[in-house]
């Protein structure tokens, strides 16, 4: 018999005129000739991100694109709470505003790698000495020559914790020292050493801890002194503070089911089940941890103005937050195009950042010269210093699989095409 659960679809309801859930920053968005651009140009874009929340993938989703320092588009669609596929029409709704806090997942570890080439910038460590000089215990188990520009460069050789498939407990994500021992004690990954895999979790623990060490002081104090401060953020912190947590925008399992092998790639970098990964996301015990490769809070323009910082070489409002040779550093290429152990794909990365590559890649068509990262799914936050753009797409709903893929592909390449 036919099993129709492989053809099923968790999918959004969207109304046929978007204006009714759509929040547009109107007093922050710059005419398109500020920017070089015409107005056709940002229309088209806009056109292409209302057609990715029409594929019914994404409860809310946010955008902001910046070009030249400009911001063109801040936007929102959707809901911030209510309209998950799964659930009642009649069931409670909240909509999406544009300065609502959004996770980032595994987009938070571009944040962290930044704060770690801060670290270096400040002389207090050196990215090319073992992790074992700052943090002595991740030594004893086989990792004494891991550097720590191989734990940025996602081939520190630990890439997931040892724990049975599915054992993503909520209340782990809080004991901090556990988790550093956990990693500390075990062995490399056999066949993992020096080659890439992906950290989805352990590499952000073991780089803020180093900045913890280091400083003396919690690695949220670091984040808020050297990044959230300077650039005038309100959220873009680990967690997020219980004053917020009403405006938050939750988190919802969409698109199709994801089936054998996918699942089970999914589940190795996850360490859980996506649904349970889902499941906790929305709880308080996640809101209160702090997770460094994965609970960043921010808005799409807050995490466009990040990357605006990177692409004009560490400067925002005429301050310097970073030198530009650090800046260089974090985003140059770590090493060519390569298997990923993890993600089963190839990827590039540099020390921190997920590149970009031509003909495509993950920002789109002939992106070569990008650097940015991807969240847990399809979240993304890039600089392109081609096209001179700063972006930031952030979404609620957690399709692997469905009709959102070619829009999204649609729509990276249309901010390509205008933009070049």
């Known amino acids: 018999m036919l099993n129709l659960k492989w053809f099923q679809y968790l999918k959004v309801r969207t109304p046929d005129n978007l204006s009714q859930v759509l929040h547009r920053d109107e007093a922050g968005e710059a005419p398109a000739s500020a920017a070089s651009l015409d107005h056709q140009a940002v229309e088209a874009i806009w056109n292409d991100v209302e057609n990715l929340y029409r594929s019914g993938a994404y409860p809310g989703l946010s955008f902001c694109l910046r070009r030249r320092g400009q911001v063109l588009i801040n936007r929102a669609l959707g809901h911030a709470q209510g309209n ?90 809080l004991d901090w020292e556990r988790v550093i021992k956990m990693i500390c004690d075990a062995p490399p990954t056999p066949g993992r050493a020096n080659k890439m895999s992906y950290h989805a979790i352990t590499g952000g623990f073991i780089l803020a801890e180093i900045i913890q060490r280091v400083t003396g002081a919690p690695v949220q104090q670091y984040l808020d002194e050297r990044l959230r401060k300077p650039l005038g953020m309100k959220y873009f912190t680990y967690g997020l503070a219980p004053q917020y947590r009403e405006r938050v925008a939750l988190n919802y399992a969409a698109g199709t089911p994801v089936r054998f092998p996918i699942s089970v790639i999914l589940e190795r970098a996850l360490m859980a089940p996506m649904n349970r990964v889902i499941e906790v996301s929305n709880s308080e015990v996640f809101m209160d941890a702090v997770i460094p490769a994965g609970n960043i ?58 590149l970009g590559a031509t003909p495509v890649g993950i920002y789109g068509p002939n992106t070569n010269g990008a650097y940015g990262h991807l969240g847990f799914m399809n979240i993304l936050g890039w600089a392109d210093p081609r096209r001179d753009i700063a972006v930031g797409l952030l979404v609620t709903g957690k399709a692997v699989l469905g009709g959102h893929l070619l829009p999204l592909a649609k729509l990276l390449t249309t901010i390509s095409r205008y933009c070049d």
């Open 84 to 173: 998950g596929p799964l659930e009642s029409p009649r069931a409670e709704k909240r909509l999406l505003k544009a300065d609502d806090p959004i996770c980032l997942f595994s987009a938070s570890k571009a944040v962290t790698a930044v704060l770690t080439h801060l670290l270096a910038e400040d002389g207090a460590i050196d990215l090319d000495m073992p992790v074992a000089r700052y943090l002595p215990a991740f030594g004893a188990s086989g990792k004494a020559d891991t550097t720590v520009a191989e734990v940025l460069a996602h081939r520190g050789g630990f890439p997931t914790l040892d724990l049975p498939v599915g054992d993503l407990q909520p209340e782990l994500l």
């Open 297 to 354: 809070y921010a808005t799409a323009e807050e995490l466009s103005r990040f990357y605006q910082m990177l692409l004009d070489g560490g400067i925002y409002n005429g301050r310097q937050v970073m030198k530009h040779e650090t800046v260089q550093r974090a985003v140059r290429p770590a090493g060519r195009m390569a298997f990923d152990h993890t993600l089963n794909i190839p990827m590039r990365y540099s020390e921190g950042m997920m």
